[in-house]
């Protein structure tokens, strides 16, 4: 079974930073396309950043030059470097991997930006 598990939300004032991470487990973690969405009170889930290899990033506009995504293939994880935090970021944060030609999601963490 696959298995994903985020970490490292929390409170932090407006230009702040946080990093979540995220383990996967259940696959092969090198083949999958890894990402990283949110979620606000009252909207839609959208997409924050993906990795589809090593070499492959995507960004959703509102956070380039602000948050990097990474993988470490050897440790099963994937991060999001979060820099300049904004109100507006704030969000219950997914990790997510698409497995053959499905979506596997992790459960969340919950980052505040306080204006």
């Known amino acids: 079974q696959v298995q994903l598990v985020e970490s490292g939300g929390g409170l932090v004032q407006t230009g702040g930073s946080l990093r979540l991470s995220c383990v996967c487990s259940g696959s092969i973690f090198s083949r999958n396309t890894m990402g990283w969405y949110r979620q606000a009170p009252g909207k839609l889930r959208e997409l924050v950043a993906t990795?589809?290899?090593?070499?492959?990033?995507n960004y959703a506009d509102s956070v380039k030059g602000r948050f990097t995504i990474s993988r470490d293939n050897a440790k099963n994880m994937v991060y999001l470097q979060m820099n300049s935090l904004k109100p507006e970021d704030t969000a219950v944060y997914y990790c997510?991997?698409?497995?053959?030609?499905?979506?596997?999601w992790g459960q969340g963490t919950q980052v505040t930006v306080s204006s």
């Open positions: 997510a991997a698409r497995i053959a030609g499905y979506d596997y």
């Open positions: 990795m589809p290899s090593a070499a492959d990033t």
